[in-house]
């Protein structure tokens, strides 16, 4: 099987810093990838690489066989890469139904004369957008929080919401940037459901950061660690828990075991 | 009843009903002599000052840009209606409209010119740099020929009446609401929120930043329009950098994001000046005053990001009424049963 995602020798200098070096992944359709390494490793260098929020210094990225790299963020968005971040990025005040609403942007194409005027095309593309996010919303018992102010969210609300907005954009690879940073255990065990449901109901790959190894060894099928900008190690769950390399940079010092 | 109160079509016939009624109102208190003659001439200055305070809100308060250029963009469209009324011979109802689209479409264009660059910049930055085009701008047409340099330019037509601002405040109003509520507005509003969500969400962010700031310079340059066919004469000296501040105050004031808060401000503070010339020199420490208290009490403006909707106004009203008929009918079901 090709995979949706293939990125080769990725790479980036910031200054005289290599942040990150040949950098190689093939992330195969409905695949549930980690991505792992101590602070400052360069993990989400990855992800603002993929996305083009840094232009790579050199590399290629194909997304489902089209050449992504170079474009600009909101381009590779329509090929089919969406996000979230570390540090929750909603639009805060702005309701819940509206956040979503933004990521389906590009699912809409009456233009500004027809917006204005307030022809059919208008009324038929909104009802539908309105439609498609109740739906994205209900699949994440999120339905009656529609009207709600992103900002007025618990957390976990607004983690969720995240991953909502970024399902929107329509994504075959869809990037979660430590999902369950700040969780308690049992807000973590749900969001271990709630990545596979993601996984089987929207027919996504998954790759994703994570320093929680619950949920890294738990629901990822393969894992990459990095150390100063370079892939230390790949492999399943089982082969990274015994790597010496991995174990002596990263998991010896985590796990204290 | 509620129904019908809530549907689209009968809260656009609502809305248009009440902006053809305001209409009536105000053109009878004119005829009427209620308002007298003074008073009625002063409904001009506010009709502009509401388009310029209300464009000024697209880049301001939705699109979350501070631009200090907005005069800039009124001398411009000022100008290109005034030297285009001048050089044709139309009949007024047709002349003036044509003179204000064709000036609105040429401080679009510099819109465009000036937030391609400016736009890469962010808050103070941005500021600055609008503030120096605005600037350039002014003395451009200080030291053209055809703008008359610092003489003016003298005897454009006198064409400006209350019906006309009145019909281009409506219409500057009703396309900044309806553009505000679909997927460009929330694309604008996505930028003010977290530019960089909005563009992992697929917004192309410098795109819709252009386009909401060359709307707003395009309304503001049917204002410069207005303006000119109002005092029949164009001085560079009053688009300077004060100017901008002014219409930036009215926007804060009535609160960043708010069109009605805008609409409110810029009645209030276009009469307000007038109203005090009775204390003469203390007028502007009042003036000033002001803005410091609504400043300190209310930091987000008079009305912060909201917004009036008739139809929810009328609709809260009912359902208020229907609440105490409910309550009352409820207690006399309990002492039946």
């Known amino acids: 099987m090709t995979p949706v995602l293939n990125v080769s020798n990725l790479g980036i200098n910031f200054g005289g810093l290599q942040a990150l070096d040949d950098f190689n992944i093939q992330v ?230 | 009843m509620p129904k019908l109160l809530k549907s689209t079509p009968f809260r656009y016939a609502l809305n248009a009903t009440a902006a053809v009624g305001l209409y009536a109102v105000i053109m009878a208190l004119i005829n009427t002599g209620i308002l007298n003659r003074y008073q009625a001439l002063m409904l001009i200055p506010i009709g502009f000052n509401i388009i310029l305070a209300v464009s000024l809100n697209l880049t301001a308060g939705f699109l979350g840009q501070l631009p200090l250029g907005h005069a800039g963009f009124m001398s411009v469209g000022g100008y290109a209606a005034a030297l285009f009324s001048m050089s044709v011979n139309l009949p007024t109802n047709i002349e003036l409209p044509l003179a204000l689209v064709i000036g609105g479409l040429v401080a679009a264009a510099f819109g465009v010119l000036i937030g391609l660059p400016a ?96 709307i707003s310079a395009g309304f503001a340059g049917i204002a410069g329009g207005l303006y000119a066919h109002y005092l029949s004469i164009l001085d560079p000296s009053t688009f300077g950098f004060m100017r901008s501040v002014e219409i930036l105050v009215i926007v804060v004031l009535g609160g960043l994001g708010s069109l009605f808060g805008s609409v409110i401000s810029a009645v209030v503070l276009t009469i307000l000046p007038e109203m005090l010339r009775g204390f003469a020199e203390y007028r502007m420490v009042i003036y000033s005053l002001l803005l410091v208290v609504v400043m300190i009490f209310k930091p987000s403006g008079l009305c912060g990001r909201y917004e009036f909707s008739l139809g929810d106004t009328i609709d809260n009203f009912f359902s208020m009424i229907r609440g105490s008929l409910i309550k009352k009918g409820g207690g006399s079901d309990d002492a039946s049963a």
């Not at chain 1, 805060?92 to 590009?106: E, Q, R």
């Not at chain 1, 994703?208 to 619950?214: G, K, P, V």
């Not at chain 2, 085009?133 to 330019?153: C, D, H, P, S």
Request: proline letters at 3%; glycine letters at 8%; charged letters at 20%.
């Open chain 1, 28 to 257: 195969k359709n409905r695949e549930i990838v980690g991505l792992i390494g101590p602070n400052g490793a360069g993990k989400t260098t990855v992800f603002n690489l993929l996305t083009n929020v840094y232009p790579p210094s050199r590399g290629g990225i194909t997304l489902t066989g089209q050449n992504t790299l170079g474009k600009a963020t909101h381009e590779i968005t329509k090929y089919g890469i969406a996000r979230t971040f570390q540090n929750i990025r909603l639009f805060k005040s702005l309701s819940v139904i509206d956040n979503v609403k933004i990521a389906l942007h590009n699912s809409m194409n009456y233009s500004l004369l027809q917006a204005v005027l307030r022809l059919p095309s208008y009324w038929k593309q909104e009802a539908a957008a309105t439609e498609v996010c109740m739906k994205l919303l209900a699949v994440f018992n999120m339905e009656e929080l529609a009207d709600a102010t992103a900002a007025s969210l618990p957390y976990g609300a607004q983690r969720r919401l995240e991953i909502v907005r970024a399902l929107a954009t329509n994504p075959k690879v869809l990037l979660l940037d430590e999902p369950a940073a700040g969780m308690n255990p049992s807000e973590t065990a749900e969001l271990m459901h709630t990545i596979h449901d993601v996984r089987d109901k929207f027919d996504v790959a998954i790759v994703l950061i994570e320093h929680d190894m619950s949920i890294v060894m738990g629901i990822c099928e393969r894992i990459l660690v990095l150390n100063y900008g370079l892939i230390i190690a790949q492999g399943t769950p089982e082969e990274i828990r015994n790597n010496i390399l991995v174990v002596e940079a990263y998991l010896g010092q985590q796990r204290g075991e």
């Open chain 2, 119 to 214: 736009l890469r910049l962010k808050g103070d930055y941005l500021a600055i740099i609008t503030l120096g085009f605005g600037e350039i701008i002014r003395v451009i047409i200080l030291n053209l020929k055809f703008t008359g340099g610092a003489y003016g330019l003298k005897g454009i037509g006198r064409q400006t009446t209350v019906t006309w601002v009145y019909i281009f405040v409506i219409i500057t109003l009703y396309v900044i609401s309806t553009l505000i509520k679909s997927r460009h507005g929330r694309a604008i509003l996505s930028i003010r929120e977290d530019e960089i969500a909005a563009e992992a969400s697929g917004i192309p962010t410098t795109y819709y930043k252009v386009l909401a700031f060359s």
